[in-house]
């Protein structure tokens, strides 16, 4: 494996939920049954002088409004890796629900790479029903629509390679144009899923998490996960507590706010 091409691979969590019931995460979920919390996540691959954000988060303000507790903030966290937000080339935005663009403010420098189906989704007809505008925020669909006309959204259709090592593959289902990370790791080919697969049991037992448009969609993009992976291990869900179990926290002070997936 050439490792100039292989990429350092973080998970920061910025922001938790708790008492979740069944219902709130599966399809057909007992509404009486306990089931997981959620945490919320950004994302680093990072390979030399090479660095690409996945996902911004939400801002603090609307975190609270929604009843989401934030723990560290997102750029706080990556100055903590010694990155910093202000200085990021490249944003990977995986979709533009709240808890994934909230902080596009804090990369000024950055490009940010959008599939064109969730642009037209989040501007389209949809959006005048509740059960797929209630996870978009509409000034933050506006602040990326002036991005666009700033000349610094990168539009791809369908599945893009950004660089050596890292590519965007769309897999639709939670939103008409989601996007996953397949990147390069020493561990061989890691896919952050996003919310392609909120928690490890949503794609383990084909139990689609219940905000979603297109049902079929998202269970067939599970078997997509699989493929882009190398081993089931690779694959990282969008708000799994258990991720922060799994993987050992990314430095000294750092425990509970980011691990090193690779």
Not at 71 to 100: E, M, N
Request: aromatic residues 8%.
């Amino acid at each position: 494996m050439d490792n100039s091409s292989t990429y350092e691979v973080f998970a920061i969590r910025y922001a938790t939920l708790g008492n979740r019931k069944a219902s709130e995460n599966f399809i057909g979920g007992d509404p009486h049954d306990a089931g997981s919390d959620l945490d919320y996540y950004v994302w680093l691959a990072r390979s030399g002088s090479r660095v690409f954000v996945i996902d911004t988060g939400f801002d603090a303000a609307v975190g609270a409004r929604r009843g989401r507790r934030t723990l560290t903030p997102p750029a706080q966290a990556l100055a903590r890796l010694g990155v910093d937000a202000k200085s990021v080339k490249d944003v990977i935005i995986t979709h533009l629900h709240y808890d994934h663009v909230g902080n596009w403010a804090l990369f000024p420098a950055a490009t940010f790479h959008l599939q064109d189906d969730e642009m037209a989704y989040a501007t389209g007809r949809h959006m005048a029903e509740k059960s797929h505008s209630q996870a978009y925020e509409v000034d933050e669909v506006v602040a990326m629509v002036r991005e666009v006309y700033r000349g610094q959204v990168r539009f791809h259709d369908g599945d893009a390679e950004l660089a050596s090592g890292i590519s965007l593959h769309r897999v639709a289902g939670h939103t008409k144009g989601l996007q996953v990370v397949r990147v390069l790791t020493r561990a061989g080919w890691m896919v952050l899923a996003s919310d392609a697969s909120h928690l490890y049991a949503n794609m383990n037992d084909k139990r689609p998490f219940p905000i979603v448009w297109d049902v079929p969609k998202m269970v067939a993009g599970y078997t997509r996960l699989a493929e882009l992976a190398d081993a089931p291990g690779l694959i990282v869900p969008g708000h799994d507590p258990l991720v922060m179990r799994r993987y050992p926290a990314a430095g000294a002070g750092l425990e509970g706010v980011a691990v090193r997936l690779a």
